[in-house]
Nanobody
Framework: QVQLVESGGGLVQPGESLKLSCKTS????????IGWFRQAPGKEREGVAC????????????QYADSVKGRFTIARDNAKSTVYLQINNLQPDDTAVYYC??????????????????WGQGTQVTVSS
């Protein structure tokens, strides 16, 4: 059974950092793209970062949404079946539920939520002073 479990969210002040984790099981993570998405109240889910199949792309060829470039870093650890999202200099606009996801078909990553069909339950990130 495919599972993705996010953790690491919390309440932080502006300017602080968080490292989110996406622990996967039930499939060989190295062969699949993994994406991070977020959804703020009243807004559509948006892709923030993704990393491709590490068999095809040894460095994972990460992609980032323009709104998070320079502050978000995605990294995969295939040995631990885990993908991380390091978020620096958090701002109130980053407040959202953060999800990780993987496609059942597709090895190259993209930032469109519709391209992914296996999702975790999400972890809440709240940025407030």
């Amino acid at each position: 059974q495919v599972q993705l479990v996010e953790s690491g969210g919390g309440l932080v002040q502006p300017g602080e950092s968080l490292k989110l984790s996406c622990k996967t099981s039930g499939f060989s993570m190295a062969y699949y793209a993994i994406g991070w998405f977020r959804q703020a109240p009243g807004k559509e889910r948006e892709g923030v970062a993704c990393v491709s199949n590490s068999i095809i792309k040894s460095d994972g060829s990460p992609q980032y949404a323009d709104s998070v470039k320079g502050r978000f870093t995605i990294a995969r650890d295939n040995a631990k079946s885990t993908v991380y999202l390091q978020i620096n200099n958090l701002q109130p606009d980053d407040t959202a539920v953060y999800y990780c996801a993987t496609p059942s078909i597709g090895r190259l990553c993209g930032l469109e939520p519709g391209d992914y069909d296996r999702w975790g339950q999400g972890t809440q990130v709240t940025v407030s002073s």
